[in-house]
């Protein structure tokens, strides 16, 4: 069993950690937690709680680290996991620049380190159906829609294509892999609600120049959605519920997932420390840090 810590204490980061104590691979040992309250959660276990980073990391309690917290500090997390090459998961995204992103790439790849950037889509079961067939229908495909939204978050630091977007375009990323994204255009729609300013925001673009897709993304939709529809050219519709992990095709089931992504990452990190697999966690780091181009070229974290 590996002894794990986590960065972060947000609701997210909250979810991480009932993952974790459900998982007999890992052992919960530390937490990093800044101005927040501890007290009404019950551990398994007695664990280390932490408010500076550094001290985090040099008490060498942890095998393993889940970083949670903010962008800012998955590059420090990085930089201090290298000195006694501790691996990582990252949550996306994986850094809040282009620049500093791929500064993290360099180190990782310099170092060998186990680093998985926690690309949710990527880590759900239904995945790899998915990719397949597209794989399969590639020449057949018409076009793609993608809806990936929610009612918030409402941050004045950040446009939510940093929340929403980076899981569908980092899922593009992995899908079409060897593929070209080009003509990218986008549209914004700005409202007020009751409480706050929102966005919605409206890409097309094209892939090998073969078909368009169509992205639509942002924090006003009436209720949390993430649903990839594949149109084929003999009209048959394949749609992944990225909530649910559910694959229809032309309205039936035909895939379903057994685990949720979080625990399919989880399982993927186990076997990634175990045998020392740096080929997955340098593929993972560079479809973030190409999704972290696309994004910036467009909007500042």
Not at 18 to 37: T, V, W
Not at 53 to 81: M, R, S, W
Not at 257 to 282: G, V
Request: proline content about 2%; aromatic content about 12%.
């Amino acid at each position: 069993m590996l002894n794990i810590g986590i960065i972060g204490c947000g609701n997210w980061s909250l979810k991480v950690l009932e993952e974790i104590e459900r998982n007999k691979n890992f052992n919960l040992k530390s937490i990093l937690c800044r101005n927040y309250n501890l007290k009404n959660i019950k551990f398994k276990n007695k664990i280390k709680i932490y408010e500076d980073i550094e001290k985090f990391f040099h008490q060498n309690l942890n095998d393993c680290v889940y970083v949670a917290g903010t962008p800012e500090l998955n590059l420090q997390a990085v930089k201090l996991a290298k000195i006694n090459n501790i691996p990582l998961v990252l949550e996306k995204p994986i850094s809040n620049s282009y620049m500093k992103s791929k500064e993290l790439q360099l180190i990782a790849n310099k170092n060998k380190l186990v680093i998985l950037p926690n690309l949710t889509n990527y880590f759900s079961e239904s995945f790899v159906y998915f990719k397949n067939f597209v794989e399969e229908n590639f020449f057949e495909i018409n076009k793609i829609i993608i809806y990936e939204g929610g009612n918030g978050p409402f941050r004045s630091n950040i446009h939510p294509i940093w929340d929403w977007g980076f899981h569908s375009f980092s899922t593009l990323i992995k899908i079409f892999e060897n593929k070209k994204f080009s003509q990218i255009k986008k549209k914004e729609i700005k409202k007020n609600n009751s409480y706050q300013n929102g966005i919605i925001t409206k890409f097309n673009f094209k892939i090998d120049s073969r078909f368009e897709v169509k992205l639509i993304t942002g924090n006003l939709f009436k209720k949390k959605i993430r649903k990839i529809k594949i149109l084929l050219k003999n009209n048959h519709v394949l749609q992944l519920n990225m909530i649910s992990h559910i694959i229809y095709l032309n309205g039936n089931i035909v895939f379903e997932n057994k685990r949720t992504p979080i625990q399919s990452l989880l399982k993927k990190f186990d076997r990634a420390i175990k045998e020392k697999d740096t080929d997955l966690s340098q593929n993972l780091i560079n479809i973030s840090c190409k999704t972290t181009k696309i994004l910036e070229d467009f909007y500042n974290c």
